[in-house]
């Protein structure tokens, strides 16, 4: 039985006031014969609209002003690809929703770069993305190919971000050999040599991302954090989606998949939840002072001053099964958190020496 679509894929919107001959292809007519064998993506395709457009080239996933998350593509882009091709665009687009990139998952917003970081953060996004996908139409960015032949596969945008800054500091420290600089091929331009070499043309060798993401900056940072929690919403309902189904995950390989299942999960951060309690658990102990005026009998009684401590029992595992890194981190915050509080420390391994317990407090 036909999966029924929870977003909009029978009657698609055209954007722009060009009119798009959306009759010669329809996205939304193959969406479910081309992931039929991908659980995963079909769940979160379902929950996706999809929007013909002659606004950009290629394709691209955008947040909407209401926080919704759209995919936008060109209908005479599509027409002509195979569905090897169709299906792994596809999927490139569910990637970047996945993996946050079209909400944030980037070191900065793409507001304050410039366009050469823009240019590289595309391309590392989207190496972190492809080597998953060889059906790719030419254009798209590919580890171990053309300019990036030198990269390794399967590893994070941060990594790739990281050899493409190289890439180009390797190719400035050429251009300032010498001689007469030579223009890049692909666009890029040459810099002029100073001692006895040629000047390099672009090392990126005008590589770009295929789809567009041009989009992605163009809501507020609340707008971007509701389709953040909307993210996680959805792509939680498509592992379990996928967990349940027969074929499984599909094409998403091992190392994503526990990428995928670890950004749902809720980490719980220990130091917010031990300041949170430590404040909790203070106790006010009052005394009188005339240095302090009373609300009830000003100028008649002392006002009253309040000391805010908590008294609060630590136990320490010291049976080795707690590292020296651990302990050096949680001692460090309770260290920050003696000027509030006043900690009696119980070690113990298999059994309570109370002997050797101590109070650790302010001064």
């Not at 029924?4 to 959306?22: C, G, I, K, L, W």
């Not at 394709?59 to 005479?76: F, I, R, S």
């Not at 300019?147 to 890439?167: D, I, Q, T, V």
């Amino acid at each position: 039985m036909k999966e029924q679509p929870m977003a909009d894929e029978t009657n698609p919107e055209v954007t722009e006031t060009e009119e798009v001959d959306v009759s010669t292809f329809d996205l939304n007519i193959h969406v479910h014969r081309l992931l039929m064998d991908e659980p995963f993506f079909a769940a979160l395709s379902r929950r996706m609209d999809k929007r013909a457009t002659n606004a950009i080239p290629t394709a691209g996933v955008t947040v909407t002003e209401e926080g919704k998350l759209q995919m936008v593509y060109n209908p005479k882009f599509f027409a002509p690809l195979s569905d090897a091709a169709r299906k792994d665009i596809l999927k490139h687009e569910f990637y970047h929703i996945v993996f946050q990139h079209v909400t944030g998952g980037r070191f900065l917003s793409f507001r304050d770069m410039s366009q050469n970081e823009r240019k590289i953060h595309n391309i590392a996004m989207d190496l972190a993305i492809n080597g998953n996908l060889p059906n790719l139409p030419e254009g798209a960015c590919f580890p171990g190919q053309g300019p990036f032949e030198h990269m390794e596969p399967h590893k994070s945008a941060e990594h790739y971000l990281r050899e493409l800054r190289k890439m180009q500091k390797e190719g400035d420290d050429k251009g300032e050999g010498g001689g007469e600089g030579q223009p890049g091929e692909g666009g890029g331009e040459g810099q002029p040599g100073e001692g006895g070499g040629e000047g390099q043309g672009d090392p990126l060798d005008g590589m770009d991302s295929f789809d567009d993401h041009s989009g992605w900056d163009d809501v507020d940072e609340q707008t971007k954090q509701i389709a953040e929690e909307r993210i996680k919403e959805f792509v939680k309902d498509a592992v379990e989606e996928a967990n349940s189904s027969g074929r499984g995950w599909g094409s998403v390989p091992a190392d994503c998949r526990k990428e995928i299942i670890a950004s749902i999960s809720t980490k719980v951060d220990w130091r917010k939840v031990l300041r949170y309690f430590v404040k909790q658990s203070q106790k006010a102990n009052k005394r009188s002072t005339v240095r302090k005026i009373n609300k009830r009998y000003p100028y008649m009684h002392p006002g009253k001053k309040a000391t805010r401590t908590a008294k609060i029992a630590i136990a320490i595992d010291q049976s080795g099964s707690v590292s020296e890194d651990m302990l050096t981190a949680f001692f460090g915050e309770l260290n920050s958190l003696a000027k509030i509080a006043e900690f009696t420390v119980i070690p113990f391994d298999t059994r309570v020496e109370p002997d050797k317990n101590f109070v650790w407090k302010k001064g």
